[in-house]
């Protein structure tokens, strides 16, 4: 089995390529996801699994977990696939998005965003690690076990999922719609490592109030600049803070576990004027076993501890907004983390790391409100996701592809 | 003549003050000030004027002086209206903008910033104070000149000009134009100061980079607000370098004489991505006699030299761009100097204060390139210009008004 697997991947690294350059050539941001949920629809079409097309609708919108920026769905439906087992065996989700964030400074690339252009073994275009690189993957191995002539006992649930760079709304929306199984496998790009534990996080925006004036006479106003240069300073304090206390062993080697990150700044509307208000957007990550609100307490007090006189007159004012990611964790021990580390050290020979996530995923909502034990493991690093020239590995894509047949096999079982 | 012009203005101040609220009421920001233009035409020809309606053209964008964020002014024209003199006395250019700065953020202001309203003794509006409250002064004096029967000796240029507060272009198409007087008198906001020195100032763009990443690891990436707050800081130091240096006596009551504004700053397009490039906008002041190129040295030597690997590696982009002022000066015994100290003093019995300007003004272009050397001196304050509820006082209007006839019959002539 292990000689077949690898022979049917060689053969049809090239299918794969290609269905990868496809993905990436339909821009799927928020909001302009339709094109690439029709053609992963046809692929899952033809690999014979039962297809459900369905937009987020009210059960999602009202749900506690529900974390957009958005209510409307029309354009952005979650794609899924079931594939029945025989019977007997053990359910699996396979949980991919296709949403992409948007390929930032077009510049800053050295080929079309959107080009697919494969170079020294590699695709390159945005997406192509977070994840339609993942994506393709599992895509690979669904085709592999029908060309194999390969019947499971339990099911498999193919989930193309929409919104997950932006709070997770597509994945929520399947557990709504009711799938469900006994475990999930998420493959994000990971590098390899297995991510039992993922960071939750969630998105802030600040306003800081200064008081215009002539530029030519600045001191009469109040820089709310200036005093936005305090803020980013305490919000690195705090980062500083909360990772110092951060001891568990899956975090050792991660330079920052649950960093804070500032994605966006604007204020001011003329050169020669003082900027009276600046607006602050970022991503605070949520440490695995604290409570979203107890995060959202300490930045809070952070903010309000700033010793400026002005800001305490006029204090920074902090919304959630948009995305949010719950933290999740299954078991280091959870018999699908047993059967990845087996698998990846038998065809690789090397050691497999497991490390804890450093980005929320849809793990934590799958895990949490999805009573669906969810592990992050896939091709790709985050090294390259949300960045100019984004690209993916073919061998590692490839290697991910074989994996996943044999974890599949071993975990929903073999009927034939 | 003293109680004659007292009268005059204490009858007159309804309609001094529907004047400046109908011009208030025109919502002039650059583009858009066809409307206020043709108001002050209107009132020009009541008052006799010969009136020169002509937008910047050819002549004015070739000029090496010309600094402008756009070249169409199709729907910006001056306004220009001469009223000639029996011949034997000094012309005098009174030179005022209707061009304002947007109005910030709304919600800041009581009232609608175009409303005009008036209360206790104020009138409210974006404007207000820089500078239709100057142009209404102005306009009150040469209808009192008027109604009391007074011919003047020396020719009055009434200059209504455009984009004062994106450098110059509307004053310098009215040079262009070929008009030229003994001397200029331009009522910006200064108090009641009088300001012989004006410094110049001049529009700056800086892009940072960075490298974009995920949020989650954000320490693969280089956040551009990070590298931008370096820059910020190293933009203070320079700052309070320059104005230590500075020890012109006309400078010592003002706490930065001549400062450098950052007004605006954009950067990144994701809260939970690494922003890849910021861009800040800012004016530089310009020390009277200094040359604007040594002061762009100065700023580029203060960006090189900051000490940031990753900044020596990746240099900030300084762009200079739209507006411009020239500094410029006169002599402190100028005769327009001394006609207006001594009115001054005669009708308010205070002493008069002689400053330099903390901002740049169209007389900067026309003591430089239309040589016209001018004064600056009017009634408002920059402390509420560039503000949200900016005002002007009605008294002060109506006084420099009062102030205005005198000076221009004492340095014109009075023919009858």
Redesign the interface.
């Known amino acids: 089995m292990k000689d077949k697997v690898k022979d049917w991947m060689k053969a049809n690294e090239k299918y794969g390529v290609e269905l990868l350059q496809k993905l990436i050539q339909c821009d799927s941001v928020q909001g302009n996801e339709l094109k690439v949920q029709k053609l992963v629809e046809g692929e899952l079409q033809q690999l014979n699994l039962t297809v459900d097309r369905f937009v987020p609708g009210e059960e999602t919108i009202s749900h506690p977990a529900f974390c957009a920026n958005r209510t409307d769905f029309k354009e952005s439906p979650n794609i899924v696939g079931v594939l029945k087992g025989s019977g007997g065996g053990r359910s699996l989700i396979l949980n991919g998005h296709v949403d992409i964030?948007?390929p930032?400074?077009k510049e800053?690339w050295k080929a079309n965003p959107y080009s697919g252009e494969v170079k020294d073994g590699r695709v390159y275009g945005r997406g192509a690690t977070?994840m339609k690189g993942g994506n393709t993957s599992m895509l690979l191995a669904l085709k592999c076990l029908k060309e194999l002539g390969i019947t499971l006992k339990g099911d498999i649930i193919f989930e193309s999922v929409v919104e997950e760079?932006s709070g997770g709304t597509g994945t929520l929306a399947a557990i709504t719609r009711g799938y469900r199984a006994d475990a999930a496998l998420i493959p994000e790009p990971t590098k390899m490592k297995v991510f039992p534990k993922q960071?939750g996080?969630m998105?802030?925006r600040l306003k800081i109030t200064g008081?215009?004036?002539?530029?030519?006479?600045?001191?009469?106003?109040v820089?709310a600049?200036?005093k936005s240069?305090s803020v980013?300073?305490a919000i690195?304090s705090l980062e500083k803070e909360r990772n110092e206390q951060i001891t568990d062993p899956l975090y050792q080697n991660i330079?920052?576990p649950v960093?804070i990150?500032?994605?966006?700044?604007?204020?001011?509307?003329?050169?020669?004027?003082?900027?009276?208000?600046?607006v602050i957007?970022?991503?605070m990550?949520v440490i695995p076993g604290e409570a979203m609100e107890e995060a959202k307490l300490e930045m809070k007090r952070a903010l309000e501890s700033i010793e400026d006189p002005w800001l305490q007159e006029n204090p920074v004012s902090l919304e959630w907004f948009?995305?949010r990611w719950l933290p999740g964790e299954v078991e280091e021990n959870h018999p699908l983390m047993m059967i990845i580390g087996d698998h990846f050290e038998r065809i690789t020979g090397k050691d497999v790391t497991i490390e804890a996530?450093?980005?929320?995923t849809d793990g934590g909502l799958l895990t949490e409100e999805g009573d669906t034990p969810s592990i992050v493991f896939g091709p790709g690093e985050?090294?390259v996701?949300?960045?100019?020239n984004e690209y993916i590995e073919i061998d590692q894509m490839m290697l991910a592809s074989e994996l996943f047949v044999h974890i599949i096999i071993d975990w929903c079982g073999k009927a034939n």
């Open positions: 964030v948007p930032g400074n800053d977070d760079e960071q996080s998105w802030f008081r215009s004036a002539h530029g030519g006479t600045r001191y009469e106003g820089s600049l200036e240069v980013i300073q690195q330079p920052i960093p990150n500032i994605g966006k700044i604007t204020g001011g509307d003329w050169p020669s004027s003082v900027p009276d208000q600046i957007e970022g991503r990550g948009g995305a996530s450093p980005w929320g985050t090294a996701a949300h960045f100019a």
